[in-house]
């Protein structure tokens, strides 16, 4: 057999196939899925805490390669210098109301990061999770139906079991994946964007990161930063340079075409929610607590549900 036969006959490479073993059954329930506009896959980018430098670093850039971007913002913080101690970005300057409405106006999305940032647990989900979203509403004077995990993943299993009764649609981790339209809303991933990671494998910034997987699942990337700058990330696995963020978005253009959508993450969710072939491809995707993946956060789930 040639090489590249061998390669025809065996490589089939589908969302299903991928992210679970009963790829045969989901790949049929996903056929005939497109995204806006008959568009293949889909890319969103999120700024965590909302610093007010972006407008300096990072805003330009959207605007010059008309990209829309996401806030996800702790409503305590709204207008006020972050006291985080700790924090790579403890002393910076959060954005006030008019500068995030302002964003908004340009096609930005805002999801809720929580109160105060100090990591949700069973016992602060009420205030960290339910009442965060109702008082930055009231700030805001807008629905907010995404929760962003603060922190580190810890805090998701405990804001998984509050975030639906409080009226959030999805949750965002940082969970470092491609989202597929079965993903469950409550489990988005997203990818990382660094200068360089900690050892032992020092992984260096990549522009190109999870978009050839995106296309070839019909995918949706989500992008996970801060506050770019120039020359020096303010923490390296946590942050790019804003000359490596013009680089994403170069090769967002270039790779993704007219094939990619560039939306915030609010309007993708809404779009997975209203699609019929979504909803069914959600409905019938293994339950997240039954993945390979997620092994810790469904250990953590699980017994907090049972307790
Ligand atoms: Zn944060």
Redesign the pocket.
């Known amino acids: 057999m040639k090489r590249r036969d061998f390669i025809s006959s065996t490589v089939t490479l589908t969302a299903a196939g991928l992210f679970s073993s009963q790829a045969f059954a989901r790949d049929e329930q996903t056929k005939g899925f497109t995204w806006k506009d008959g568009k293949k896959w889909v890319y969103s980018i999120t700024y965590?805490?909302g610093v007010i430098d972006l407008f300096k670093y990072a805003i330009p850039l959207h605007r010059k390669y008309e990209i829309p971007g996401h806030l996800?913002i702790?409503t305590d913080q709204i207008g006020k210098v972050r006291i985080l101690p700790g924090s790579s970005y403890h002393g910076f300057s959060i954005m006030d109301k008019d500068q995030i409405k302002s964003l908004v106006d340009e096609g930005w999305g805002v999801s809720c990061?929580s109160m105060s940032?100090c990591g949700v647990t069973v016992e602060n989900a009420q205030v960290e999770v339910v009442e965060a979203k109702a008082k930055m509403e009231e700030i805001l004077e807008m629905p907010i139906t995404i929760f962003t995990v603060?922190?580190s993943n810890h805090g998701h299993a405990p804001s998984l079991l509050v975030a639906e009764d409080a009226g959030y649609n999805a949750i965002m981790t940082i969970y470092d994946r491609v989202n597929t339209i079965d993903t469950d809303l409550m489990w988005l991933g997203r990818i990382p964007l660094h200068t360089e990671y900690p050892g032992p494998f020092y992984t260096r910034f990549d522009p190109y990161k999870g978009f050839l997987l995106a296309s070839k699942v019909g995918g949706w990337v989500i992008d996970y930063n801060?506050c770019p700058m120039p020359n020096k990330p303010v923490h390296p696995a946590k942050d790019v340079t804003s000359e490596e963020l013009e680089q994403r978005f170069q090769a967002l253009k270039e790779f993704g075409g007219d094939d990619v959508w560039i939306a915030d993450c609010n309007e993708v969710v809404d779009y997975l929610l209203n699609d019929p072939i979504a909803q069914q491809a959600r409905a019938n995707a293994p339950d997240p607590l039954d993945d390979v993946y997620n092994l810790e956060m469904r250990q953590t789930y699980s017994v907090l549900k049972e307790g």
Do not use: F, N, T
């Open positions: 965590d805490e996800a702790v990061h940032h603060p922190g801060h």
